[in-house]
């Protein structure tokens, strides 16, 4: 072997290899990270990825999910052109057309419908990724529906919505300043690496960890000072009584409450009902450890806290369960001051930056006169009112029934109809549209159902707008030359407002003036962040003084933080608790014949959901799904670890592998979803849903278990 080869197979990148090392980003698990990467390239060809050392928020960092792009961005079911359904809806049976044919036929059958049935009829939903969101939205709002949508109708939307009902915005954790941190659901070695590092940090530095988690997990071995187990569902339950022993003791700040909170006298009466007498029979946790935690509580000088929105709101009684947590802050005088939850708002596509940005005035800048009510906006009132968007877990009901108006077509981008509740369901209602169409990166089932498919880019084929916190900007460049004919998401919408002619002239501007309009005020140009070549700090930064919302008053009808809410309290029609009220979390299934507890929304550190199933290296280190279930209930079904075992429901059957664990609650299983050939949310009730928010509860439905009979 020569030197030259030598060094090709080394991966060295030099002239004489003609290797080049690329900045880029990672967007599997957009836009929570969105970590940088080095990405090693030859003849427009990805070779493998690095951590980006100079990336301030990664530093040189990658999980393995980002460690596995090479492996996804060209996973051989990769859509490389537009294609048609030739086909049953299903069957996967599809004939190469161009672009040009593509978008004439969107065109011509989208402008068709709103023509006979109004646009309203017409419905758009945006799912994997997110980065182009807000050109969805505006694309639909100038095509002149509400009936835009997204995945967040069932991930992380709830928990901002908690808190604009509290405290008219989002908050944030001050970890690094905190005596004491309630992490609620706190599994961050699984789901947000970077947040398990802030974490170490902080308790290297003395900050006290309360962890609250029906599971024994990583955080708990590696940070918890207290341990609380409630059983899932029940975390609005601990947090009232939390509340209450809190305010018996006097634990509380009482000139914070007198200034700034709303509603004490109200959930100081309702909390009174949650104490010694019954918290261990409603959650499990024996109220010795309650009085421990509150103890810690009213010894630490700050407290923060941690309410993850998919772990806590996936519940029938999530978003209470939210507000009473949060409530805790308030008890306490740590809201808006330092170590406590500091108010925050999105800079842009979710990310907190520490500056702001036009994006919200410029994406509904088209919003349509509201007519007739967006899908899910009569059933989920409170949803519609926060969030101004359609709730897509009502999507497959209204095109099934038809009430209060036909949907006839649906507009998707990386729509995956799995991630609902029942999705049976939801696939007859795809299979009963008159037209559907769905952008991806790889053939997906749901692609499968659709009339027209259209290939997307990965991060690494496309530039796009990057935030930070700490006042980070960054405009990526293309690292790797296109995968087939793709296109960015944006790209597509653009060229098809064009076609149909929608009247939108920034939109047919394109992306990068889009971005300029954004940044209006920050103190940076596109072409300002294209020169730079890696995130810079923006001039518009502005670190965020503790207090400083207090003291302009908080967004709500009362200026306070309001633990009775008057924005649900002026609405009786909507049939909502003002307070925080707590429910039982199941679902009305048999508990004889449906015993056990599921709690479906683990996390696995390698995956997310089938995209990283489908990496082979990824999916070898879990090949099977599996789900863990104590020692006990293993014993007494008679299953050893490696058995098949059915989850069962009143909707039907998936056999998965068991895995007795010491970590798990007796009565309860944890199952580790993802896995299509174990599809676990075709067990889930479609109306086994919270009433606030419209979350699915994923986290607590009634199942069976038993060992698989063999043949």
Known sequence: MDKLEELIRAKIPCPETGIEVKHTVCAICSPAYNCGIDAYVKDGKLLKVEGMDEHPRSRGGLCTKGLSNRGYVYREDRILTPLRRVGKRGEGRFQPITWDEAYGEIARKLLAIREKDGADAVAFFGGYNKWYRPWLRRFAHSFGTLNYGTESSTCMTAGWMAWKVAA????????????????????????????????????????????????????????????????????????????????????????????????????????????????????????????????????????????????????????????????????????????????????????????????????????????????????????????????????????????????????GMGMNFRMLPEDGYVAKALDKLDFFVNADLFMTDTCKMADLVLPVCSSLERGELETYPG????????????????????????????RMDLGDEELAAGYEANIDYMLAGVGVTVDQLKQAGAPVKVPGYRPYVPGAKLAQGLDTPSGKFELYSQLIAAHPEWGLDPLPTYCDPLDGADPEKHPFVLCSGGRLPHAIHTRLHKVDWLRSMQPEPTAQLSVEDAQALGLEAGDDMELYTPRGTIVVKAKPSHRVQKGVVFFYHGYSEADVNSLMDKDHVDPYSGFPAYNATRCGMRKKAQP
């Open 168 to 411: 008219g915005q989002l908050a944030r954790p001050d970890m690094a300043h905190s005596d004491l941190y309630l992490g609620w659901a706190f599994e961050r070695y699984y789901s947000g690496y970077l947040n398990a590092q802030a974490a170490e940090r902080a308790k290297a530095a003395g900050t006290k960890f309360i962890i609250i988690d029906p599971r024994v997990t990583p955080t708990v071995e590696k940070l918890a000072d207290l341990h609380l187990r409630p059983w899932p569902g029940t975390d609005g339950a601990l947090a009232l009584c939390m509340g209450n022993v809190l305010i018996q003791n006097g634990w509380i700040d009482r000139d914070f409450i007198r200034d700034h909170v709303h509603g004490f006298e109200a959930y100081a009466a309702y909390a009174a009902g949650f104490g010694e007498h019954n918290v261990e029979r409603l959650t499990g946790v024996p109220y010795a450890q309650v009085l421990k935690a509150c103890e810690m509580i009213r010894d630490a000088r700050s407290i923060s806290s941690h309410e993850t929105s998919a772990p806590i709101p996936h519940h029938k009684n999530g978003l209470q369960n939210y507000r009473a947590i949060t409530a805790l802050l308030a008890l306490t005088g740590n809201f808006d001051r330092e170590g406590g939850q500091l108010p925050t708002r999105h800079t842009f596509t979710h990310q907190i930056s520490g500056f702001e940005t036009r994006e919200e005035e410029w994406m509904d800048a088209t919003e349509p006169e509201h007519q007739r009510p967006a899908v899910g906006e009569e059933r989920f009132p409170l949803w519609f009112h926060t969030e101004r968007e359609m709730q897509v877990v009502d999507l497959a009901r209204q095109i099934q029934e038809g009430t209060p108006y036909p949907v006839k077509a649906v507009f």
């Open 471 to 498: 006042g980070y900007a960054w405009f990526t460049q293309p690292a790797i030359d296109r995968v087939g004919e793709s296109k960015s998401d944006v790209e597509i919408l653009r060229d098809l407002a064009v």
